[in-house]
């Protein structure tokens, strides 16, 4: 049982590349978020997808898309990489639907943009 | 919207001794406050949580306690051991952030032997 599986783990990106950050779970829950977390700020939240086919915008949105593939899989995609989206990235689901609590975490992708 | 704040950003404690680390909120509807632990090169986890219908929860060496007139909630580790010692967050859920998590900035805790 792995819980919740980001790859990849580390990634370096010139300014304007493009990448996709993915996530999947095995817990069965319907929720599932992307957060970024950054020194003295905390986690915010990027997206978050309530069910299957859903997905609204959190607190910092700018730069990003998602898509919900299917109930496992929650990716990030990053159209045009740059240096302000360095930082590291969580995914997590909760076993309370269309709310955030009680969240579990996968152990996050560390991503430079230079 | 809400605003959560942390203190202190850092707190280094002798094990054994106990750590307190405090949060504010600027909600005063926010009804459910969770600590998270984040060990070095992994995920946040989930530690303790507590309803704005209780002023104080424990589980073994951990406890938070909630003064909701005040705004604020703490969280307190007894008889601190070298594996307490870790990132913690606190965060708030309330109706002005349409029901999601803001986080505070976050403590690193560490325990000396």
């Known amino acids: 049982n792995a819980g919740v599986t980001q790859t990849p783990k580390f990634q370096v990106l010139k300014t304007g590349q493009s990448m996709t950050l993915q996530c999947a779970q095995d817990m069965n829950h319907n929720s599932m978020y992307w957060y970024r977390q950054d020194p003295g700020m905390g986690l915010r939240l990027i997206y978050y997808?309530?069910?299957?086919?859903?997905?609204d915008k959190g607190e910092v949105p700018n730069g990003y898309n998602v898509s919900r593939l299917n109930k496992r899989e929650f990716s990030l995609r990053l159209e045009s990489a740059a240096p302000s989206q360095t930082s590291v990235y969580f995914c997590?689901?909760?076993?309370?639907?269309?709310?955030?609590?009680?969240?579990?975490f996968g152990s996050g992708t560390q991503l430079s943009v230079l | 919207g809400e605003n959560v704040e942390q203190h202190p950003s850092t707190l280094s404690v002798q094990e054994g001794d106990s750590a307190v680390i405090k949060c504010t909120y600027s909600?005063?509807?926010?009804?459910?406050f969770p600590w998270y632990k984040q060990e070095l090169g992994k995920g946040p986890q989930l530690i303790i949580d507590i309803r704005s219908n209780v002023g104080e929860k424990k589980d073994q060496r951990i406890a938070v306690t909630l003064n909701k007139t005040a705004k604020h909630f703490s969280l307190h580790i007894t008889e601190t051991q070298p594996e307490d010692s870790a990132v913690y967050f606190c965060a708030a859920v309330g109706a002005d952030a349409g029901n999601m998590l803001t986080f505070g900035g976050g403590t690193r805790l560490m325990v000396k032997p």
């Open positions: 997808s309530a069910s299957e086919g859903t997905t």
């Open positions: 997590a689901t909760t076993i309370e639907d269309a709310t955030n609590e009680k969240l579990f």
């Open positions: 909600d005063s509807a926010s009804n459910y």
